[in-house]
């Protein structure tokens, strides 16, 4: 394969990634939006309180959703391994998220309904770009190219005898 074929492949399957990945965020933020509107509107809890509430909820919504959808077809040896390490990625997800929400609303006072929203949905954002390189870099490893398998097991079948050389 030409190396624009193979750099053309590497992107599509680069785009199908990112189409799951946000197919499963997507859905994340719906949860972790209702949840949080949910809690700050049912409780007195303060509003990174009720985001942290919000993102927990999300965290496990989204683990089931990438382990059994968007990265279905990745290596499921270790789950002791990935789970521990989603989580803490997600939680360094969690912390810059929720950061950008307290910094709002603590820092500069920005504390109505609409603006709570708009910084929470700032600070998913950001922690997003942050959760996709980790998770498919750390958690969510790619299990070996096709070809590199290939090449390995060639290694490991029997050579054909060489000629006997005449003199």
Do not use: C
Request: hydrophobic share 50%.
């Amino acid at each position: 394969m030409s190396e624009r074929g193979a750099l053309r492949v590497r992107l599509e399957q680069l785009a199908r990634e990112v189409a799951k990945f946000g197919a499963v965020g997507g859905l994340g933020l719906l949860v972790n939006m209702a949840v949080f509107n949910l809690v700050r509107h049912v409780t007195d809890l303060p509003v990174v309180r009720a985001s942290l509430i919000a993102t927990v909820v999300a965290i496990a919504f989204n683990y089931v959703g990438f382990r059994y959808f968007a990265y279905k077809d990745r290596d499921k040896t270790g789950r002791t391994k990935e789970l521990t390490l989603f989580l803490l990625f997600s939680a360094v997800g969690m912390v810059i998220e929720n950061g950008v929400l307290y910094a709002a609303t603590y820092g500069f006072g920005w504390d109505g309904p609409l603006w709570s929203n708009f910084f929470k949905f700032l600070g998913i954002g950001i922690g997003t770009l942050f959760r996709f390189w980790s998770y498919r870099t750390w958690v969510f490893r790619a299990l070996p190219a096709r070809e590199a398998v290939q090449t390995a097991e060639s290694f490991l079948e029997p050579r054909p005898d060489p000629a006997p050389v005449r003199r």
